[in-house]
C-alpha cells in the first residue's frame, strides 16, 4: 500500500474533492481569528478529515492530550467533538493564551488546558503535523507513551 502526501497530495485533494474545502486548507497559515467560531457548529474541523469517525466516538468522554498544539485548533476541536478535557501541549508557552481565547471564543474554555509539559495521564494522545517541528522525535514519543493511561492509544498524523 503506497501513500501520497506534501504538496501533491494536497493538490490531489483539491483536485478531486467532492466539495470545497479551502476555507479550511492549510490550516497552518491561518490564525484563530480567521475562524467564524459562533456558533459553534461553524468552527471548521479538520480532525474528523485526518483520522475518521473511528477517531471521533473514541474521543467522546476522555481526556486528550495533543502534542504540538501550536494556537489550540486541534485541542478546541477535541472539546467541541465531546473530550471530557481537552489538553494542549505546546513548549512555545506564548501560544497558550491564543488558545484559551479561542477556547473560550469557542464556549469550550471549561474542559480547555494549555500547557508546556504532560502533568496527568490522558486516554488519548494525538499530534497532527508536529513531528518536523520536534527536535527529538523518539524522546517525543517517549513522552507521548509515558502520558498515557494503562491501554491509551495514539493518534498521529504526519505533515
Known amino acids: 500500500?503506497?501513500?501520497?502526501?506534501g504538496k501533491i497530495g494536497l493538490t490531489l485533494l483539491n483536485r478531486f474533492s467532492p466539495d470545497d474545502r479551502s476555507e479550511t486548507a492549510p490550516p497552518e497559515n491561518r490564525s484563530p481569528d480567521d475562524f467564524d467560531v459562533s456558533p459553534a457548529e461553524n468552527y471548521p474541523y479538520r480532525l474528523h478529515d485526518f483520522f475518521g469517525n473511528e477517531f471521533c466516538e473514541e474521543i467522546r468522554g476522555k481526556t486528550v492530550a495533543d502534542f504540538g498544539c501550536g494556537g489550540g485548533?486541534?485541542?478546541v476541536e477535541l472539546a467541541l467533538r465531546g473530550a471530557e478535557r481537552a489538553v494542549g501541549l505546546e513548549i512555545r508557552a506564548e501560544l497558550h493564551e491564543q488558545g484559551r481565547s479561542l477556547a473560550g471564543r469557542c464556549g469550550v474554555?471549561?474542559?480547555c488546558e494549555f500547557?508546556?509539559?504532560?502533568?496527568?495521564?490522558?486516554?488519548i494522545v494525538t499530534s497532527v503535523d508536529a513531528f518536523e517541528h520536534f527536535g527529538d522525535p523518539e524522546e517525543i514519543l517517549r513522552l507521548m507513551a509515558g502520558s498515557l493511561k494503562p491501554g491509551g492509544i495514539a493518534w498521529i498524523s504526519f505533515g
Open 1 to 5: 500500500m503506497g501513500f501520497i502526501g
Open 73 to 75: 485548533r486541534d485541542v
Open 109 to 111: 474554555a471549561n474542559r
Open 115 to 123: 500547557l508546556s509539559t504532560a502533568q496527568t495521564p490522558a486516554d
